[in-house]
């Protein structure tokens, strides 16, 4: 596609359901990252993928949060048993590889846990 | 691991005035310090970035400084005009795979 693109857009959920956040990275991306947003903070690094394997996990904040990419592109994010702390947005990030540093987001999906 | 502190958080800026955001960051093995922009609403985009083996990069009216002894960094915008309104967010690469965010600043030109 033309550019990264996450889905939902918005996503309202209650209080100990689970949600999938997913997203779709430029075609031919192999680097594939996911950042956290909370109202009026920075970009809080979640995990990033290199192909379909995550070296790098120790930002997922609990054992309620998970992510997995499937033949080198789409990837999803679940949070299991949401908690209100959980509401942010989800941004979504892909690079050519690894060692291409500029980072191409998506528009992120707004995740409101009631 | 690395840790980037950002400030100031808000900045308010006349219309033509320079406005400056400093960084700070903690793993001194970190070589590439990039600089994104995000408008309200919409995503993070890359505006300027720096590597470790140069103490300045100029692109138009934005400028990055590096100071690698310091380990600071900072963002330059000069003649600032309102569409320079936005959240800056300085970063730095931590290994060669995790870009690490400061804070962010929120940055307002008034005319």
């Known amino acids: 596609g033309a550019g990264v693109s996450q889905s939902p857009s918005n996503k309202v959920t209650e209080k100990g359901k689970d949600v999938e956040l997913r997203c779709d990275p430029i075609?031919?991306?192999?680097?594939l990252y996911w950042y956290r947003q909370s109202l009026g903070q920075g970009l809080e690094f979640l995990i990033y993928?290199?192909?379909?394997?995550?070296?790098?996990k120790s930002g997922l904040p609990s054992d309620r949060f998970s992510a997995e990419r499937t033949g080198g592109s789409v990837s999803t994010l679940t949070i299991q048993r949401t908690q209100q702390e959980d509401s942010a947005v989800y941004l979504c990030?892909?690079?050519?590889?690894?060692?291409?540093?500029?980072?191409?987001f998506g528009s992120g999906t707004q995740l409101s846990v009631l | 691991g690395e840790n980037v502190e950002q400030h100031p958080s808000t900045l308010s800026v006349q219309e033509g005035d320079s406005a400056v955001i400093k960084c700070t960051y903690s793993?001194?093995?970190?070589?590439?310090f990039p600089w994104y922009k995000q408008e309200l609403g919409k995503r993070p985009q890359l505006i300027i970035d720096?590597?470790?083996?140069?103490g300045e990069k100029k692109d138009q009216r934005i400028a990055v400084t590096l100071n690698k002894t310091a380990k600071h960094f900072s963002l330059h915008i000069t003649e600032t005009q309102p569409e320079d309104s936005a959240v800056y967010f300085c970063?730095?690469?931590?290994?060669?795979?995790?870009?690490?965010f400061g804070q962010g600043t929120r940055l307002t030109i008034n005319p």
């Open positions: 990030a892909s690079s050519p590889y690894i060692s291409e540093e500029k980072l191409f």
């Open positions: 075609s031919g991306h192999t680097a």
């Open positions: 993928f290199q192909g379909n394997s995550a070296p790098d």
């Open positions: 793993d001194s093995a970190s070589n590439y």
């Open positions: 720096i590597r470790s083996n140069v």
């Open positions: 970063a730095a690469l931590q290994g060669a795979q995790k870009l690490v």
